[in-house]
């Protein structure tokens, strides 16, 4: 509360500072002035839905460990590594937890293990996809990648599985004019 409490301080001082330094001849805001708080306030925002532009699951710097006490969900999956299976565990507990970053490392670790888990593949286009607090989401490049990645290797899937890539098939869309009402 006293991070969030003092960032609000410093963006109200920024914009008062802003304010004072009107241009005395036209009494408008000074261009430069509103720039700079502008970064500033760019810089120091928060939110809660994280920033995918910042993170990079090709990495080798964004590997991800196994991380144990993150959740006991289980679901039936096609994969030919355990390794993939525990990460795949990890990645869809994550998801659930809205540790989105974490379950996108995971997802893309699982794929590292079995290049051809469609269902890797359909947990990366999810950490990619909408989530409750990224209002106004529009799919991303990566999220499309990911699903037609998905079903492509898709055919050796049982049939939940092929379900839940057909309902990413579904829930994405290159097309900008749908709206995320109608996708969803």
Request: glycine share 8%; charged share 15%; hydrophobic share 40%.
């Amino acid at each position: 509360m006293k991070i969030f409490a003092g960032t609000t301080i410093v963006a109200v001082w920024l914009y008062s500072f802003m304010l004072s330094r009107k241009e005395a001849d036209h009494g408008v805001i000074n261009v430069a002035a509103r720039q700079a708080f502008l970064q500033k306030v760019q810089a120091y925002r928060m939110g809660c839905s994280p920033d995918l532009n910042f993170f990079n699951p090709a990495d080798s710097a964004n590997d991800i460990p196994l991380l144990p006490g993150w959740g006991n969900y289980r679901m039936p999956l096609t994969v030919s590594s355990d390794s993939a299976k525990i990460y795949f565990k990890q990645g869809i507990n994550m998801y659930y937890g809205f540790h989105i970053i974490e379950a996108l490392a995971s997802f893309s670790k699982v794929t590292k293990f079995d290049s051809g888990s469609a269902m890797g593949y359909w947990g990366m286009a999810l950490s990619y996809g909408p989530n409750i607090n990224d209002y106004g989401y529009s799919a991303s490049p990566e999220a499309l990648v990911a699903m037609h990645k998905a079903k492509e290797l898709g055919s050796h899937c049982t049939a939940v599985e092929k379900g839940l890539i057909a309902a990413m098939q579904v829930r994405y869309t290159a097309d900008t004019t749908q709206t995320r009402e109608h996708l969803n």
